[in-house]
């Protein structure tokens, strides 16, 4: 076998060329470095086999009176400029993808085809000793034909050029293309394709998205705007709706403290006044939970404020009833109680206020009563490791102290005031023999406790510490 390889170099130049194909193929992306090094050697190895056999690729093969052999070294000379421009277009791209990433993958590709054009007219000028002029007008009058055929394709193809040399957007980035929202999740030569919120995939021609309106959710970086509309009577106190609207805005801790959220009276008309509550989030997919979450406490602070939503059939709160008798309806814990039952309740109620950073339950207390939370916003704070950290914020409706009423035990969390707060307050002497008899009300609060404990727990308890991954070159980098 080494005999037949020494005394055929051009055997052993093809040997060369199916090895590195086998090599390419064999050798995982990881290890992009070696098969880069690989493809250099054995394209320096098949050079050197060429030139010493006498083979010079910008000449004719020199064996024409030897048919096979005249036909195996013309292939191999062409094969040098095809294998020449696969190896420069792989160190192109290599090094294009450590300067730039994976948005010059168009540019990259490009350039390859470039190259691999300029490879096969060198090959028919030089090897097959072909008139260039005659081939570049024959290819040139195929490319003009070609080009109308494929004028949107075409135009796919350069948009993506301007898209990827301007960049508006890049990979994962949330963007909006006339209207449709989605993730990035690939930009090659003829479109773009997003990853929507419902999972699906949208197709974007790069011509359409070069000339559309773009919006990038993406830019500047961990920002994401979010906005709720909200519509009252146009007979409410604008004061009044703005600063309900504003404690709904702080009992939402996703809502970045930087930039500011913000409350503003959108419009008003005679049949009804719009307000917005705007602010931003960390992440995209936290919009969703934050507009939710907003709505809701937007519909509670202005109920508690004695303002409704607007609607076809607006409700508002009978005159006969004081508030804490309607806290009581609207309580997810007291709502199953017969009217009776809740006229009792309410006049057994106290008010009781605190004013901004007061504490209203400090943690360890076993509580002798029961605090429904009527107007503001309580933060709730734990501690881990002996940091103090906030774990949730509360709104009107929410009870706090039903651990002292049903199992003379406290909870480890502190409930503050974060704004001005007023909450009725229900004693425990009366409150106890009421929920011996209604064990649905006794099993609604049981469950909001075991709740609260379980994520009390979840959230203060430690978590193990991940031990970085150290690879080869990593210990020679600490080493160095």
Same mark, same amino acid.
């Given at each position: 076998?080494?005999?037949?390889?020494?005394?055929?170099?051009?055997?052993? &130049? $093809?040997?060369?060329?199916?090895?590195?194909? #086998?090599?390419?193929?064999? =050798?995982?992306?990881?290890?992009?470095?070696?098969?880069?090094?690989?493809?250099?050697?054995?394209?320096?190895?098949?050079?050197?086999?060429l030139f010493n056999e006498g083979l010079?690729?910008?000449?004719?093969?020199?064996?024409?009176?030897?048919?096979?052999? +005249?036909?195996?070294?013309?292939?191999?000379?062409? #094969?040098?400029?095809?294998?020449?421009?696969?190896?420069?277009?792989?160190?192109?791209?290599?090094?294009?993808?450590?300067?730039?990433?994976?948005?010059?993958?168009?540019?990259?590709?490009?350039?390859?085809?470039?190259? !691999?054009?300029?490879?096969?007219?060198?090959?028919?000028?030089?090897?097959?000793?072909?008139?260039?002029?005659?081939?570049?007008?024959? %290819?040139?009058?195929?490319?003009?034909?070609?080009?109308?055929?494929?004028?949107?394709?075409?135009?796919?193809?350069?948009?993506?050029?301007?898209?990827?040399?301007?960049?508006?957007?890049?990979?994962?980035?949330?963007?909006?293309?006339?209207?449709?929202?989605?993730?990035?999740?690939? =930009?090659?030569?003829?479109?773009?394709?997003?990853?929507?919120?419902?999972? %699906?995939?949208?197709?974007?021609?790069?011509?359409?998205?070069?000339?559309?309106?773009?919006?990038?959710?993406?830019?500047?970086?961990?920002?994401?705007?979010?906005?709720?509309?909200?519509?009252?009577?146009?007979?409410?106190?604008?004061?009044?709706? =703005?600063?309900?609207?504003?404690?709904?805005?702080?009992?939402?801790?996703?809502?970045?403290?930087?930039? @500011?959220?913000?409350?503003?009276?959108?419009?008003?008309?005679?049949?009804? @006044?719009?307000?917005?509550?705007?602010?931003?989030?960390?992440?995209?997919?936290?919009?969703?939970?934050?507009?939710?979450?907003?709505?809701?406490?937007?519909?509670?602070?202005?109920?508690?404020?004695?303002?409704?939503?607007?609607?076809?059939?607006?409700?508002?709160?009978?005159?006969?009833?004081?508030?804490?008798? /309607?806290?009581?309806?609207?309580?997810? =814990? !007291?709502?199953?109680?017969?009217?009776?039952?809740?006229?009792?309740?309410?006049?057994?109620?106290?008010?009781?206020? $605190?004013?901004?950073?007061?504490?209203?339950?400090?943690? #360890?207390?076993? %509580?002798?009563?029961?605090?429904?939370?009527? %107007?503001?916003?309580?933060?709730?704070?734990?501690?881990?490791?002996?940091?103090?950290?906030?774990?949730?914020?509360? #709104?009107?409706?929410?009870?706090?102290?039903?651990?002292?009423?049903?199992?003379?035990? @406290?909870?480890?969390?502190?409930?503050?005031?974060?704004?001005?707060?007023?909450?009725?307050?229900?004693?425990?002497?009366?409150?106890?023999?009421?929920?011996?008899?209604?064990?649905?009300?006794?099993?609604?609060?049981? /469950?909001?406790?075991?709740?609260?404990? +379980?994520?009390?727990? &979840?959230?203060?308890?430690?978590?193990? &510490?991940?031990?970085?991954?150290?690879?080869?070159?990593?210990?020679l980098r600490n080493r160095a």
């Amino acid at each position: 076998m080494l005999s037949l390889l020494t005394e055929h170099p051009l055997f052993s &130049a $093809f040997i060369l060329i199916l090895l590195d194909l #086998g090599l390419w193929r064999l =050798i995982s992306s990881r290890g992009s470095e070696w098969k880069l090094l690989v493809r250099v050697v054995i394209f320096a190895l098949f050079s050197v086999l060429l030139f010493n056999e006498g083979l010079n690729p910008m000449e004719p093969a020199p064996w024409a009176e030897n048919v096979p052999l +005249h036909l195996a070294a013309t292939g191999l000379q062409i #094969g040098w400029w095809l294998f020449g421009a696969r190896t420069l277009t792989v160190l192109i791209g290599a090094v294009m993808m450590q300067r730039v990433g994976h948005t010059g993958r168009l540019l990259q590709d490009l350039l390859g085809a470039v190259i !691999f054009l300029v490879a096969i007219i060198a090959a028919l000028a030089y090897v097959l000793d072909l008139p260039v002029k005659g081939v570049l007008a024959t %290819s040139g009058a195929l490319a003009i034909i070609v080009g109308l055929a494929l004028q949107s394709t075409l135009s796919d193809v350069f948009s993506g050029i301007v898209l990827n040399t301007t960049k508006p957007y890049q990979l994962d980035d949330w963007i909006s293309i006339d209207g449709t929202e989605g993730r990035v999740t690939d =930009i090659d030569w003829r479109a773009t394709r997003l990853q929507t919120s419902q999972g %699906s995939m949208a197709v974007i021609p790069n011509s359409l998205a070069a000339k559309a309106k773009i919006i990038n959710f993406s830019r500047p970086s961990n920002m994401f705007g979010v906005a709720v509309s909200v519509q009252v009577s146009p007979h409410a106190r604008p004061s009044a709706v =703005i600063e309900a609207l504003e404690r709904a805005m702080q009992g939402c801790r996703q809502l970045l403290d930087t930039p @500011a959220p913000s409350v503003a009276l959108k419009n008003s008309a005679s049949a009804g @006044a719009e307000y917005e509550i705007s602010g931003f989030v960390a992440s995209m997919g936290e919009k969703r939970v934050v507009r939710n979450q907003l709505f809701d406490l937007a519909y509670r602070h202005l109920q508690a404020s004695g303002v409704n939503l607007l609607s076809s059939n607006e409700t508002s709160i009978a005159p006969h009833l004081s508030r804490p008798r /309607a806290l009581l309806d609207s309580s997810p =814990i !007291f709502s199953t109680l017969r009217e009776e039952e809740k006229d009792t309740f309410s006049q057994n109620m106290s008010l009781q206020t $605190f004013r901004a950073g007061e504490i209203i339950l400090a943690g #360890g207390e076993v %509580s002798d009563h029961l605090f429904i939370i009527e %107007s503001g916003v309580v933060s709730v704070t734990l501690k881990r490791h002996g940091t103090t950290f906030e774990s949730g914020r509360m #709104g009107p409706g929410e009870v706090i102290g039903e651990a002292g009423i049903l199992s003379d035990t @406290a909870l480890p969390a502190d409930f503050s005031a974060k704004t001005f707060c007023a909450l009725y307050r229900i004693e425990k002497s009366y409150l106890k023999p009421c929920l011996d008899a209604r064990h649905d009300i006794h099993d609604a609060m049981q /469950a909001l406790l075991d709740f609260r404990l +379980h994520k009390a727990q &979840a959230l203060t308890e430690e978590v193990p &510490a991940v031990a970085p991954k150290r690879g080869f070159l990593q210990w020679l980098r600490n080493r160095a």
